[in-house]
């Protein structure tokens, strides 16, 4: 077997194949996970890019850099790209399938050509997105949530969109199910249930929603193909149908979906903060039933996005009740973090800084949620730019920099090379603040009734907006030094170790970078609990 080496660390691994032939056609689930990640990390700064030009067209009354049509076109691929080619695949497809294996003492995951399927999945759906903002009838302007009347009825290229969702749908479903299986059938022996490391357990309950709920996202779009191109009347209230069905059928999965998004950025700082804090997480069991519980009760709740839509005030009561259900497991994990860094022996390295920061933005986000939750604040801040900053509290702030926090935490494992700290601390500080200013602003202004989706605005409005828009560019040039200092620590980082944080799960205990098949010849033997610190030293920090 043939070895491929670079300047570039651990993203080239051993190969039977050389060049790229041994990237697309690998079934090892490193090299897969590496393209997962290069290519979310790029849709992401996509995204942002598309957001920025958001806030800049709201720095003032009246249109700015674009029109009504162009800025309904641009919040709509913004979120589609954000949400299914970022946030949904962030941490479960680049992370899960780079350390879930290495992380149960498994060689590789249940179905490795499965694994690749689901990845090639990915590219055909970014492709499609792609191509439904530059054919057709221009960039569609649904909003990602594709509502009818609105997606049925507009001559913009929806169809492409709504075909790209479909196939991105098949790769979570392709990984929820390896994953799944991988976790059931190829733990090392020793490793019971009660010794799974917690990031393992959210990638279990996250796999299972992936697996239950996403059908039911294909199911939708299929029935908007055929309202669209068939006529078929499904939604269409002249033809008998119901708008509101379409509400109903999306969010089913769509609020399961916020869990696919925050579970396995809850189970990085699961890892990130025991680590660093240099104690056994507290509450292990709670932590873990708590993941499955989320994801049961998170299936639940999916018409409290739809208080203003006409339902009967008893279904809003039960929905309601649901809602505040569901903050119960999540504050049990605010609370056990909290427990865990008491007396800790606290390192605040770059990781342990965003983790950090997960608690402060995720704890905002869930309070805001409450009060969404919650019918009668509710009608009033529906629809708001309320609804929006308390949504990226909960996805940006919280899988967002869950997501920076395992770049940090885990990449110089897989590249053996160690990033500069001093930029990586300054990228988060810039962050944390331009963040911070941004989401404020919009829900403040939100809560003094401003719209959402809207490209002009009345000027009372004025000074919110652009301090929200000044915070986006403190915000982006946190992002900048952050992946250039990231970058260059791949590239010339000094080497690390097999241990460079003094982690204390399996994945430490191979060599940076991991081997093609992780262990070698010899599969490990557990006889502890994944955070038993006794005896455990950092190599280099």
């Not at 169809?159 to 190829?186: D, E, K």
């Not at 925050?262 to 056994?280: D, H, N, Q, Y």
């Not at 403040?444 to 000074?463: H, K, L, N, S």
Request: charged residues 10%.
């Amino acid at each position: 077997m043939s070895e491929t080496t670079s300047r570039y660390g651990g993203f080239f691994q051993e190969s039977p194949r050389p060049g790229i032939l041994g990237w697309l056609l690998s079934t090892d689930h490193k090299r897969i996970g590496i393209m997962y990640l290069c290519c979310i990390t790029t849709m992401f700064i996509v995204g942002v890019c598309l957001g920025l030009a958001l806030r800049l067209e709201l720095f003032a009354p009246g249109p700015t850099i674009m029109g009504a049509q162009t800025y309904n076109a641009t919040f709509t691929v913004h979120g589609v790209i954000m949400i299914f080619l970022f946030i949904i695949p962030s941490i479960p497809a680049a992370f899960g399938n780079l350390l879930l294996p290495i992380m149960i003492g498994a060689r590789d995951v249940s179905f490795p050509k499965l694994n690749l399927l689901s990845w090639y999945c990915y590219i055909a759906g970014a492709i499609l997105a792609v191509f439904a903002i530059f054919s057709g009838g221009g960039a569609p302007d649904t909003g990602w949530t594709f509502y009818v009347p609105f997606s049925t009825q507009t001559t913009t290229n929806v169809n492409l969109a709504v075909m790209a969702a479909f196939m991105l749908g098949f790769s979570s479903i392709l990984t929820g199910i390896n994953f799944v299986t991988t976790i059931h059938r190829l733990r090392a022996k020793g490793m019971g249930w009660g010794r799974l490391p917690l990031f393992v357990w959210t990638l279990y309950s996250t796999a299972w929603i992936q697996v239950l709920a996403t059908p039911m996202l294909a199911i939708t779009l299929v029935l908007v193909l055929m309202e669209r191109v068939l006529g078929a009347g499904l939604f269409d209230a002249a033809k008998g149908g119901d708008p509101i069905l379409f509400q109903h059928l999306f969010w089913i999965y769509s609020h399961p979906a916020v869990y696919i998004m925050i579970l396995p950025g809850m189970g990085v700082i699961s890892e990130v903060i025991p680590t660093f804090a240099r104690k056994p997480l507290f509450g292990y069991w709670a932590m873990a039933l708590s993941s499955l519980a989320i994801a049961f009760a998170g299936s639940l709740v999916w018409a409290h996005h739809m208080y203003a839509s006409g339902m009967s005030d008893f279904s809003i009561m039960i929905f309601s009740l649901l809602t505040f259900i569901v903050a119960i497991p999540s504050a049990i994990k605010i609370f056990n973090w909290v427990s865990t860094l008491y007396k800790g022996s606290i390192q605040l390295a770059p990781p342990m800084l965003f983790a950090l920061s997960f608690l402060f933005l995720f704890a905002i986000g869930g309070l805001g949620g409450l009060a969404l939750g919650a019918a009668a604040s509710n009608i009033h801040l529906h629809d708001t730019t309320f609804v929006v900053g308390h949504f990226h509290y909960t996805m940006f702030g919280g899988t967002g920099f869950a997501f920076f926090a395992a770049l940090h935490y885990w990449l110089p494992k897989f590249t053996g090379r160690m990033y500069k700290h001093k930029p990586a601390v300054i990228a988060w500080a810039l962050m944390f603040v331009g963040f911070n200013v941004t989401y404020m602003a919009m829900q403040a202004v939100g809560i003094q009734g401003m719209p959402r989706r809207y490209y002009d605005y009345v000027p009372e409005f004025t000074t919110l907006n652009q301090v929200a828009t000044v915070g986006s560019w403190v915000l982006a040039l946190g992002l900048i030094i952050m992946f250039v200092n990231l970058w260059q620590g791949i590239r010339h980082g000094r080497p690390v170790g097999n241990n460079p944080w003094g982690g204390t799960t399996l994945e430490w205990q191979v060599p940076s970078p991991p081997p093609l098949e992780n262990f070698g010849a010899e599969d490990p033997v557990v006889t502890k609990g994944p955070y038993d610190f006794k005896g455990v030293v950092a190599d280099d920090y």
